[in-house]
């Protein structure tokens, strides 16, 4: 599962014909355009892998039809099932700029060397994103802005950060 990325939940059948309606992790449905395989996974289960045979976008959510997904029966038992695409079909981004599925589970550190603990996860706010940051002992929210994330290395899965006051 580590070369999938999870895009979705598949929340409710659509219409008699097995389409499906999935609420989106995505900032931007673009991407799922060009898709022309996706992999469904129940809980428990491991995940399948399924041909698009057509995909709209609308806000939040995407409707979509899969090969051998023929009726609502069909669509109803993949509901609640999370959906993956490769992640390699995701674009490369400009120096600086990270996907989320990056930068989660990286070690973070202060400047001079204090270990934090790992990102856990991140939300979207306004203006900036904000990683949070867990320990045994605590959990930081650190703002995704430059004045706090002074560096990021993939290679080495560590993000170096610089606490304001307060954080």
């Given at each position: 599962?580590n070369?999938?990325?999870?895009?979705?939940?598949?929340?409710?059948?659509?219409?008699?014909?097995?389409?499906?309606?999935?609420?989106?992790?995505?900032?931007?449905?673009?991407?799922?355009?060009?898709?022309?395989?996706?992999?469904i996974?129940?809980?428990?289960?491991?995940?399948?892998?399924?041909?698009?045979?057509?995909?709209?976008?609308?806000?939040?959510?995407?409707?979509?039809?899969?090969?051998?997904?023929?009726?609502?029966?069909?669509?109803?038992?993949?509901?609640?099932?999370?959906?993956?695409?490769?992640?390699?079909?995701?674009?490369?981004?400009?120096?600086?700029?990270?996907?989320?599925?990056?930068?989660?589970?990286?070690?973070?550190?202060?400047?001079?060397?204090?270990?934090?603990?790992?990102?856990?996860?991140?939300?979207?706010?306004?203006?900036?994103?904000?990683?949070?940051?867990?320990?045994?002992?605590?959990?930081?929210?650190?703002?995704?802005?430059?004045?706090?994330?002074?560096?990021?290395?993939?290679?080495?899965?560590?993000?170096?950060?610089?606490?304001?006051?307060?954080?």
């Amino acid at each position: 599962m580590n070369d999938l990325l999870e895009i979705g939940e598949v929340v409710k059948p659509q219409g008699l014909r097995g389409q499906m309606k999935a609420v989106s992790y995505l900032d931007s449905g673009d991407i799922l355009h060009q898709m022309d395989e996706v992999f469904i996974q129940k809980a428990g289960q491991p995940a399948a892998s399924f041909r698009v045979k057509k995909i709209q976008t609308k806000k939040n959510t995407f409707f979509f039809e899969l090969e051998g997904i023929q009726d609502v029966d069909a669509a109803v038992k993949l509901v609640g099932g999370r959906v993956f695409i490769p992640a390699d079909r995701l674009k490369k981004l400009p120096e600086g700029e990270y996907y989320w599925h990056d930068l989660i589970g990286l070690q973070v550190i202060t400047e001079t060397g204090d270990a934090l603990g790992r990102i856990e996860t991140i939300f979207p706010t306004g203006s900036n994103d904000v990683y949070v940051c867990k320990s045994e002992h605590r959990e930081i929210l650190l703002p995704a802005i430059g004045d706090v994330i002074r560096e990021i290395d993939l290679k080495k899965g560590i993000m170096v950060v610089r606490l304001l006051e307060g954080l």
